[in-house]
């Protein structure tokens, strides 16, 4: 417990900020959130169709070993809702054709060579690419391997971090949850616990801090005084804030540095539900699912994630759905599409994030994205290691003991 009356800012309302917000109020602190959005959750927002169908325009699957995101939501009441498909498996189309033996074998190749990767020395982590380009699997199941560590890092292959492949781009069975009543559900019950306390429409544009405390400034003029000040913004935009005196070039460097990936969501009402599916376009780096909801009843919604730049281009997300509704068309003959009600969900438009999700950073850069400054304290995903780009390295980072620390 602190001393009574001391006060903790935490700048971000996402799941980071607001765990670390609950964890600070739970040690005595005084604590308040500023949210620059109209609403809490930042990238897990979720939304209901003209049809009634649930999405997420962001966050979607819980992964395997995600425990600390299970916990907090079963604290507050919130169970999880396996959605039918399975995230890891997607059946290929598009490319050389690869049947589902060759691929399972070939998997389990790859699974050795990324044992034997998973040893070398954090500074000697290969790409992915490096991996899997003298990897002796056929053709057709190298494309997509390489296809589904593009779309789930959002990035091209070079750019990934080999041990991706065996995380959120892994090719498995496991279950595909999520959160029950969508995982917005998680943020918007821990903003209830903190009530008034979070203050959404104020964006912090100046800090001004000292080794004893600091001043919160924001863009409407309020002004927040405290001792503790927690930064729970995406580092791709931690550079809109001007601190004085500036941040250690070492943090600053770090924060600029880090890569972010780029995905783009498109959910498409379909006018006759079809069973729980899955399916990636191998080419054009994008994969589609659908799935069941609550009491395991059928989604009237296709929904669709591209990762990596040259996907988002090639799909022509900037000018709008049409060019992917083409394509979804042409790859899903199956589906009844409204396109009429589709809705399309991008995030390197928006100025909160300027992207998707950071790219697994190494240990030294992670350990320098955390590294206190005063009472400055740096939380969200992409503090998170092993766990960064997911909601449980939001959650987890927000629940770090330095950030409630004396
Ligand atoms: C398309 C997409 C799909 C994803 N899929 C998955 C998935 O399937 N599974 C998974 O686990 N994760 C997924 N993620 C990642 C997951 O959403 C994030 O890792 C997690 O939600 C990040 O939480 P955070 O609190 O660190 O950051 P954010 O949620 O970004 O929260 C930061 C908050 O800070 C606010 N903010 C920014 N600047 C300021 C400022 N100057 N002043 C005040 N407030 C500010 C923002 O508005 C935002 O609300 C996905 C993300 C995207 C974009």
């Known amino acids: 417990m602190v001393s009574a009356g001391r006060k903790a800012v935490v700048v971000g309302a996402g799941l980071a900020g607001l765990s670390a917000a ?16 109209d609403r809490v959750g930042g990238r897990t927002w979720s939304r209901v169709l003209s049809n009634g169908a649930s999405i997420e325009m962001g966050a979607e699957f819980i992964l395997p070993g995600n425990t600390e995101l299970v916990k907090l939501a079963a604290e507050l009441g919130i169970g999880t809702l396996d959605k039918g498909m399975r995230y890891g498996q997607r059946e290929p189309v598009g490319g050389t054709r690869v049947d589902g033996p060759t ?19 954090d500074s000697d982590k290969p790409s992915a690419a490096w991996i899997l380009a003298p990897l002796d699997i056929p053709q057709g199941a190298k494309e997509v391997i390489e296809a589904r560590t593009e779309i789930s890092a959002a990035e091209v292959i070079e750019q990934v971090p080999a041990p991706e492949m065996a995380g959120l781009a892994a090719i498995d069975d496991s279950p595909s949850p999520g959160l029950a009543g969508g995982n917005q559900s998680l943020a918007l019950a821990l903003a209830e616990r903190l009530g008034e306390r979070v203050h959404l ?28 000040c927690v930064l ?6 931690m550079d809109q804030i001007q601190f004085a005196p500036g941040l250690p070039e070492e943090k600053a460097v770090a924060n600029r540095v880090l890569p972010y990936g780029h995905a783009a969501k498109l959910f498409v009402p379909l006018l006759e539900s079809v069973p729980p599916s899955s399916v990636m376009n191998v080419p054009e780096r994008w994969w589609c699912w659908t799935q069941t909801g609550a009491d395991d009843s059928v989604t009237p919604v296709v929904s669709c994630f591209a990762g990596s730049a040259p996907a988002l281009k090639r799909l022509e997300v900037e000018s709008g759905p049409e060019k992917w509704l083409e394509s979804l068309a042409r790859t899903r003959p199956d ?20 992207g998707a999700y950071s790219i697994s950073p190494m240990v030294s850069q992670t350990a320098a994205l955390i590294e206190p400054v005063g009472p400055l304290r740096f939380v969200g995903e992409h503090t998170a ?22």
């Open 22 to 37: 609950c964890e600070l109020d739970k040690r005595g602190w005084d604590v308040t959130v500023l949210e620059a959005r």
């Open 103 to 121: 691929l399972r074998a070939a998997v389990k190749k790859l699974r050795e060579a990324l044992v034997e990767a998973e040893e070398a020395p």
């Open 201 to 228: 429409g104020e964006k912090v544009e100046f800090i001004n801090w000292a080794e004893t405390g600091m001043a919160v400034c924001c863009e409407s003029g309020a002004i927040f005084e405290g001792e503790r």
């Open 232 to 237: 729970a913004i995406p580092a791709s935009v």
């Open 335 to 354: 589906l009844e599409l409204d396109p009429e009600g589709a809705v399309l969900s991008t995030w390197d438009d928006d100025p909160l994030v300027k």
């Open 385 to 406: 290691g092993e766990f960064s780009g997911l909601m449980e390295g939001a959650v987890r980072s927000g629940q770090r003991a330095d950030v409630t620390a004396d």
